[in-house]
């Protein structure tokens, strides 16, 4: 068994604690279960999610490059294949604090709209440009893309009108950070704009300027429906409790350079509740099958934790008058149906059906330093499946392990102080062999607080 100095739970190896049958034996006793669970990333902010053609193509913040993920299954992200497709050039202007990119399929390429600063410049827009159809192809750094104001500016998105194209972003409208704007000009094409910008909304209401500091506006996304074009946007600040999402809506066909073609909703449509705060920054994706609409956005992991905060999805309704209705944010402990055609099967395996000497308590098991735990799973076939610990923070706990084929793995590094978090998800990667696989834990350190365990495909 192999493990670091601290450790919570380490996965015994010797094919990681696996007793596998012949090839020969029966592997149909798994009973999949059709739900998940929030968060579908433990960590993440500002994710973007885009469906193109039977694939899911995603990214979020990472600070220091930009990180490409793909997966047949939204819900997957946490095991899907990525690549780091861009990584800046030490001291330039767009080299640090590389925040919210978007992945946009234009014209038989993709293109990478960030924002970043460095080398002593304030935060800018930027645009990368794919070599072909392949998001994982070669990109090349087009540069900055900005309107003749030359403004402070984030989030920028892209709104596709027939044959038109749209950028929308948030920016200052000065050189003082006093308040965030929506804009919106015209393009010329996907990496330039052909128009002076034009302000579609400041924080007007008071649901808007919640949090200090400076008032916001900001992480336009873009919505369509059969007779509008929507932004949800992201008002309050960041960094609060009270980050939650506006509306902005114009009829399909309209001027969208003309503010009056647009109307903004008094109200917020999607904020915190059911114990999840701050949701916000969210993206829009069809289920696999495209019969659903599906919210993804991120929000704090507990209440006043700010920025630290992780990746959730539920589905929406679009309702009778084009409107989004997305009701209340999802809690971590509720599972929600899989997105209709997700292809993911999930083996859940409860509290009663794992073999422990743990203390079985209402909630899940209670696991302390020397104690095992154990589940059998049938794998139809070889290959690689993924172990989910879904558990709550009862301390610092943080869980190394490595299986007889070499892959290494770290489950949780609790290093940000939280202590309130409802439910997280970690996972591991294991290679198992066709046939009864019996997979061992075992608590080598602490307290840990299980509430149940999952094996996925993906």
Request: hydrophobic share 30%.
């Amino acid at each position: 068994m192999k493990k670091s100095a601290l450790t919570g739970i380490a996965i015994l190896t010797a094919g990681i604690g696996l007793a596998a049958c012949t090839p020969d034996q029966s592997s149909e006793s798994n009973e999949y279960v059709k739900e998940f669970y929030n968060p579908i990333l433990p960590d993440g902010a500002d994710p973007w999610m885009t469906k193109h053609e039977d694939t899911y193509v995603y990214t979020h913040t990472t600070g220091s490059n930009i990180t490409i993920w793909q997966s047949d299954s939204p819900t997957s992200m946490m095991n899907a294949e990525s690549k780091v497709v861009w990584e800046p050039t030490p001291g330039t202007e767009n080299s640090q604090n590389i925040w919210a990119p978007e992945v946009h399929f234009i014209d038989g390429k993709w293109y990478v709209y960030y924002a970043a600063d460095g080398g002593g410049s304030q935060h800018r827009m930027y645009v990368l440009e794919s070599e072909n159809e392949d998001p994982f192809s070669e990109y090349t750094d087009v540069g900055q893309i900005t309107d003749p104001t030359d403004k402070w500016g984030i989030d920028g998105t892209v709104i596709q009108q027939e044959e038109e194209l749209f950028y929308v972003w948030s920016g200052w409208e000065g050189d003082e950070n006093v308040s965030q704007y929506i804009y919106i000009a015209g393009m010329e094409n996907p990496m330039e704009l052909n128009t002076d910008r034009v302000e579609l909304s400041r924080p007007e209401y008071d649901w808007e300027k919640e949090g200090g500091a400076p008032s916001i506006n900001e992480g336009p996304q873009i919505l369509y429906t059969e007779d509008y074009i929507h932004i949800v946007y992201s008002g309050s600040g960041s960094w609060s409790d009270f980050y939650k999402l506006g509306i902005l809506t114009a009829e399909r066909g309209s001027d969208l350079l003309d503010p009056d073609s647009w109307t903004k909703q008094e109200e917020p449509v999607f904020e915190s509740g059911n114990n999840v705060y701050g949701p916000g920054h969210a993206s829009f994706v069809e289920s696999p099958d495209g019969s659903e609409q599906w919210i993804v956005y991120h929000a704090a992991k507990e209440q006043g934790s700010g920025w630290t905060r992780n990746v959730r999805m539920q589905p929406f309704e679009i309702n009778e008058d084009g409107f989004p209705e997305f009701g209340e944010p999802v809690p971590v402990t509720k599972p929600l149906p899989l997105p209709a055609g997700d292809p993911v099967n999930i083996t859940k395996y409860t509290a009663e059906e794992i073999e422990t000497e743990a203390d079985i308590t209402e909630e899940g098991i209670l696991a302390e330093t020397d104690q095992n735990l154990s589940i059998t799973f049938d794998a139809p076939e070889d290959g690689e499946y993924y172990l989910y610990l879904y558990w709550r923070n009862s301390g610092a706990v943080t869980v190394n392990g490595s299986t007889d084929s070499g892959d290494t793995f770290t489950l949780f590094n609790n290093n940000q102080g939280l202590q309130n978090e409802p439910l997280t998800a970690s996972s591991y990667k294991l290679n198992l062999k066709q046939g009864e696989n019996t997979i061992d834990l075992i608590v080598t350190n602490g307290t840990f607080d299980l509430d149940h365990i999952e094996i996925k495909d993906r």
